[in-house]
């Protein structure tokens, strides 16, 4: 039997990487949403939930990891952070490779992966997919969520490859800064480009 194709989704903040993952799961495409497992794994009851504890005292408490409370800890530490990542990633390994067992027999599977290039997992997809956005409309995005400041967002940009350099590798590239419209009529293309290629077997 062939293997599903895997595709990398990825893209920077506020760029509409979320968006695009609906759509390719509306077009019936699986997607692995690297986020929402981390954020079940750190929720009520969540399997990382003790570990963390154990290594950030303080962190958690009766709905899980704290988000804010962490992120004071790791924000602009980098050890605490790797420490961090040290925990977090091989259980989302983990559970990425159980969905990819449920799903091997579809042509195609999304990897949805914020960090996609920055944690060098593009290297284990077969194709990467970057989701990007005009820089004002990006900003406006990214600034108009609760809690945002413009130091938040300059330091979360420091740490992702820039846009630019993002769409210089992707194999494709979406782009969000037009009509909700344009952008699935966009996916359904690229799906249907890529189902075909797999049955092609290249």
């Known amino acids: ?4 194709m895997i595709v990398g989704l990825t893209g920077s903040i506020g760029m509409g ?4 993952a609906a759509m390719f799961e509306a077009a019936g495409v699986p997607v692995f949403d690297a986020d929402a497992v981390v954020r079940a794994l750190q929720g009520p009851d969540g399997e990382l939930v003790a570990a963390i504890e154990a290594v950030f005292p ?4 009766d709905g899980g990891v704290s988000r804010e409370a962490l992120g004071a800890l790791v924000f602009s530490n980098p050890v605490a952070l790797q420490e961090l990542e040290g925990i977090v990633h091989p259980a989302v390994g983990k559970k990425r490779a159980e969905f990819l067992a449920r799903h091997r027999d579809a042509p195609l599977i999304v990897f949805d992966i914020p960090l996609l290039f920055e944690k060098r997992g593009h290297e284990a997809v077969d194709r990467v ?6 820089e004002e409309i990006q900003r406006c995005r990214v ?7 413009e ?3 300059a330091h979360i940009l420091a740490l992702q490859v820039p846009d630019a350099e993002k769409r210089k590798r992707a ?3 979406i782009d969000t800064g037009v009509s909700l419209a344009q952008t699935e009529a966009a996916i359904r293309d690229l799906v249907e480009e890529l189902r075909a290629i797999h049955a092609a077997g290249d």
């Open 1 to 4: 039997m062939t293997e599903p």
């Open 129 to 134: 997919v970057v989701v990007s956005a005009p």
């Open 17 to 20: 990487k979320s968006t695009v």
């Open 58 to 61: 303080g962190s958690t408490g």
């Open 143 to 149: 600034l108009a969520r609760p809690g945002m400041t």
């Open 171 to 173: 194999d494709h590239v």
């Open 151 to 153: 130091t938040k967002f």
